[in-house]
């Protein structure tokens, strides 16, 4: 049986666009997932950067909800220390009332952005040093009324809850072993993100597995592998696409917030020595090829590292081909 498919979206501007064009390509791509069977469709929040317009993640949820009818739709995910606990109980718990058992909540602890935008938005050195990540979660379902704060609490009298509401699944994304601990200790579901850390991969998800304790909310594990993919049409054309995606990491690694880089760029540009064996480290956080090469590749990943459902991720420049990618690869699976 083929592994579930799901999207992870980080709604990237195109070459010479705006962020509203990137906005209606997502919501595109929403739809069209949608009708090839995807099971979720998530959207990374990321700050100070051209090239991805996903700062507000709730807001985009909103829309990509409405515009769907049964695809679940949720965060990958939003950075818990860089917001007020209540008020991400509070929009998780207005989207879940507005799109009800269709919203998933993933949260993650890292910035989702550089030092400096990260002091911007926890507005002091010492939320930015902080690691409380758990009595963070722990908050929020305490706002959100999953659970008490402790008797005397200054804080026990604040409530998000909305009647008849409960707050959508919580799932803990991670690239260490300490989101996966902590997925496992508390009985939630695991994010894993292998298409920027795949040197952590077989101990995280190994940590997951064998520390699992079953929740009221999760009797088993349930563990979901994010993954980069570009499938073509031709082993040339992913190629292509796949040095493009070589360019942009270079860019991430120098700090450079630029646009998707094109596979025209990505054939123009000059690598050094350096950069080729930059490039191909790069290399191995991507799955590409023709359909059959993809999915012969992501079945492997999947059973070796023993997961549930992949989440895949498509840096392609040009938006129908990004279109095309996901469409090949539902095909390749179904």
């Known amino acids: 049986m083929a592994t579930p498919l799901s ?3 980080l709604v990237p501007v195109p070459p010479g666009g705006t962020a509203s064009d990137a906005f209606r390509n997502s919501v595109e791509l929403a739809r ?5 069977g ?4 998530w959207v990374a929040e990321h700050h100070n950067t051209q090239a991805f317009a996903s700062m507000s993640t ?7 909800a409405r515009e769907t009818e049964r695809i679940r739709v949720g965060s990958g995910g939003v950075m818990l220390p860089n917001h007020s606990p209540l008020k991400v109980a509070e929009d998780f718990l207005t989207l879940e009332a507005l799109h009800p058992g269709r919203i998933d909540l993933g949260l993650g602890r890292a910035p989702g952005t550089d030092q400096i935008t990260a002091l911007a938005l926890r507005r002091s050195t010492d939320h930015l040093a902080a690691d409380d990540f758990p009595q963070q979660v722990e908050m929020l379902r305490a706002y959100a009324g999953e659970s008490g704060f402790l008797e005397g609490h200054p804080l026990g009298r604040v409530s998000a809850a909305l009647p008849g509401v409960k707050l959508p699944p919580l799932w803990i994304l991670g690239s260490s072993t300490y989101g996966a601990q902590y997925a496992a200790q508390t009985g939630r579901g695991y994010s894993f993100a292998c298409h920027f850390s795949p040197d952590y991969a077989v101990p995280a998800l190994s940590a997951y597995r064998d520390g699992f304790q079953p929740s009221k909310e999760l009797a088993e594990p349930y563990a979901i592998l994010g993954v980069s993919v570009v499938c073509a049409e031709t082993e040339e054309r992913a190629e292509e696409l796949a040095r493009a995606h070589d360019l942009m990491w270079l860019r991430i690694r120098r700090n450079e917030r630029a646009y998707l880089p094109t596979p025209e760029e990505a054939a123009a540009y000059p690598f050094t020595p350096e950069e080729e064996a930059m490039a191909a480290h790069s290399r191995r ?3 590409y090829g023709t359909p059959e090469r993809v999915r012969v590749r992501l079945q ?3 059973e ?8 895949v991720t498509t840096h392609v420049a040009d938006h129908q081909e990004r279109l095309l990618s996901y469409e090949l690869l539902a095909e390749a699976f179904a």
């Open 304 to 311: 070796q590292l023993q997961v549930d459902e992949l989440i």
């Open 7 to 9: 999207v992870l979206d």
């Open 58 to 64: 709730a807001t985009l949820i909103a829309v990509l």
């Open 38 to 41: 995807y099971r979720r469709y």
């Open 300 to 302: 492997e990943l999947s």
């Open 32 to 36: 069209l997932t949608e009708e090839l």
């Open 285 to 287: 956080m991507l799955v």
